[in-house]
């Protein structure tokens, strides 16, 4: 069975690097199932941004799972109480917008999905480069989940290997950008700021914002993000 009549599972966050694998797994022809999470976040206009990039490049269908970190806190990303850093990232430390375990979770949940539509790839946009130095972002997190899929799964079990594929892990923000520009990527559709408001507009700030900014800078491409 090649890659055209194979589904995918691919979680988007609303933001540029999970719209630039979405359209990845599209262009490699995959049926991609979006899925996307409403876990506290205090930027919740990316899930907008999510229905929006889904329904523009092709998934065949989007989902939105509930589900409440912020009910545990530790992060600036899903704690009132704790400010979004704006001095930029500081190498070598992982920064209070990291939230505990999210990746294992958000893959776990996209998993279960997959298991149920018999969908054995998994794409996510984790990149070990141009990033704000969380755990759960790095190649060795990745290859673990992925044994841990084939250990823990009925399907895995049965012979139905799973992969989990991360096109982006290797690349600076900018080629990312280039990659998604030629797949047809409006990044003026997504949402990458921590504290975005209700409209989507950025702060310009954050360390996401930053990313970002420097990112089309390098890329020496006009940048579309709305700022408040």
């Not at 409440?68 to 704006?86: H, Q």
């Not at 992982?94 to 990746?103: E, G, K, L, M, Q």
Request: glycine share 10%; proline share 4%; net charge negative.
């Amino acid at each position: 069975m090649g890659a055209a009549d194979k589904k995918a599972i691919v979680l988007v966050s609303g933001g540029l690097d999970s719209a630039t694998v979405l359209a990845a797994a599209r262009a490699r022809g995959f049926a991609c199932y979006a899925i996307s999470f409403d876990y506290g976040q205090r930027h919740r206009a990316e899930l907008v941004a999510a229905d929006r990039v889904s329904r523009s490049l092709g998934a065949v269908q989007h989902r939105v799972v509930p589900i409440d970190l912020s009910a545990f806190g530790g992060s600036a990303l899903t704690d009132d109480s704790i400010p979004v850093p704006e001095s930029g990232v500081v190498a070598d430390e992982i920064p209070v917008t990291y939230v505990p375990a999210r990746n294992t979770v958000f893959l776990s949940l996209a998993l279960a999905w997959a298991e149920v539509l018999g969908a054995t790839d998994l794409f996510i946009g984790v990149n070990a480069v141009d990033y704000s130095g969380y755990p759960d972002c790095r190649p060795e997190f990745i290859e673990a989940f992925q044994q841990l899929a084939n250990l823990a799964t009925k399907a895995g079990v049965e012979g139905d290997a799973f992969s989990v594929h991360t096109p982006l892990i290797d690349l600076s923000k900018a080629d990312i950008i280039r990659m998604g520009l030629e797949l047809g990527v409006d990044y003026g559709e997504t949402v990458s700021c921590y504290q975005a408001d209700a409209e989507g507009a950025a702060c310009g700030k954050c360390d996401s914002c930053r990313l970002r900014r420097e990112g089309f800078d390098t890329a020496g491409v006009a940048d579309p993000t709305r700022y408040f």
